[in-house]
């Protein structure tokens, strides 16, 4: 057998594994019937990509997004990219020109896009622990890995959303940038994945950087040896930066900042971080000493911070610096994904162990490395395991990528003990093995957790002291809105994607931070006076009005407003000039219909 065939077979037998550890979870809940695509379970993230889909496969054109049917009349323009609804609109569409089908296409395509990723993000993760820990470490972190992804729900059936694209493509990144020294296209590839990441959203501006800055450094303080890799991936990440802005953004608005989504300011920083990184790495002049690297690197550094300082200074503020206090307060603080681990511990203290405990064992195995050895590969590990720590400190959704990282020193440290057990089997190295597999699976914590949160709640289960009734989320209980004849329906933000995917309603309030108006008015209506919802409703012309009484948000509002027009309803006092849906009465989803005689 050649040598040449060797890394051939290696990538044939990651991509099986992979498939194997996707086919599983799968399997499990084609079994339960995929409930999640009759129940999104409040993800209302997930039903607006559907929505999105749907609206451009209906003609809305590429450029235009705006979600028509959400906030005041117009809409309102999401902050979300194409390049996400494209892939899952090409399966709908094959799909439904196959069967004829449209319902059975995007169900379809809801569980076969998060299973792809599922799969990707399993041969990324595979070829990256076998180029950290050898060809021992592909076991533990296909069984580790493939658990890790499916406790964190992001690529269940049904997930849309972009979370998923986002964490394969950083994986796949860092994956990369692990083979380039054996592999010479790896670094142009990391470069383009890092771009598409950051493209899809700017949640992995700091994964990015780290990824940026890695390389920076590998080649400052390596020369030679990173040289074609530094220059690779710079051009990898300018270039797709470029074709990116191009082919997805509209010629019209070119000149205009947004910062929280791929425009100009992420084009002309990603265009001038990676141009400059390969022209540094290209030029004898500039990088022919380790001081001259150093210093051309401080000053491309320099050249971007005074850039960015220049021309986009609103975008070095904090990402939620300019949105409406009271918006921030009433719904923004309460959504999970959102929420600090401080604010974790307090609300939810089962679920801190769930989220940090693997990544922090894995920051200890990995702070146990220094001095013995340090490797290439341990500087790209353990730089973005920690920052993504650090993000999951501010916001809970950091701990998808940390608790990813994770796994690469999480599966070196169970190979390690695997190999002990083997060369030297004793009670003691088999309880150790044990240990290390128990310790690196995510549903041991997570069932440890929710055993003590059973001790704690007085035998309530753990939905049930949060305040969640599962049925306001199912497809089921809005059947009977989506009979009704469109208009828009006045509801609390997080009903608002359901009602738009589930009927051809309009709706005001949706947890989108960009949907600032609409959210407003419909604070405004639930937290006012009777008097004062009314005088919306006529102005606005709303025609329904949808509750769930098991609605966390609903009970949160009616809490912070017990005087209000939705206290006053959720306790039974119906204004004259509603009147109750008598299909609806006792339903999870409550309706009333504003009378027109009044």
Known sequence: MSVKATPRRSWRNDLV??????????????CAGFPMLADAGGDNDNLLRLVEVRDLLAGQGWFDLHQYRMGLEGGFIMHWSRLVDAPIAAIVLAVSKLTGDAPLAENVARVAWPALLFGMTMVFMIRAARRFAGKDAVLPTVVIGAAALYFLGIFSPGALDHHNVQLMLTVASLSLLLEAPVNKPAALLSGLAAALTLAVGMETVPYVATIGICVAMLFAFHGDAERPIARDFGLGFAGVSALVFVTTIPQSAWGQAQCDAFSAVQFIAAGLAGTGLAMIASSRAASHTRGRRLLSLVLLGGA????????????????????????????LDHIDEAQSLFQLAANDPAKVLTRYATPLVAIVLMASRLGRGWRRQDSLVAVLLVVAFLVSVWQVRGSTFSITFAVIPLSAWIAKWRQHAEASPSRGSMLRMA??????????????????????????TVSEARGIDPSCHSRAAFEALGRMPGTTVLAVSNLGAPILVYSGHRVFAGPYHRNVA?????????????????????????????????????????????????AGLMRGNVPDWLEPVPETRGAPIELYRVRTDG
């Open 518 to 566: 609409g959210d407003r008015l419909a604070l405004d209506a639930f937290l006012g006076s009777n008097a004062q919802a009314a005088a919306i409703v006529r102005d606005h012309r709303v025609g329904l009005v949808a509750m769930c009484r098991g609605n966390p948000e609903s009970r949160f509002l009616a809490f912070t407003a017990p005087e209000g027009f939705l």
């Open 304 to 331: 971007l911070g005074a850039v960015l300082l220049a021309l986009f200074p609103q975008c070095l503020a904090a990402p939620y610096a300019v949105l409406d206090p009271r918006l921030k307060t009433l719904l």
């Open 17 to 30: 594994l992979a498939l194997l550890a996707t086919l599983a979870p799968l399997f499990v809940n084609a």
């Open 435 to 460: 240990a290390a597999w128990l310790i690196s699976v995510n549903a041991a914590w997570s069932g440890a957790a929710e055993a003590a949160s059973a001790v704690f709640e007085s035998g309530q």
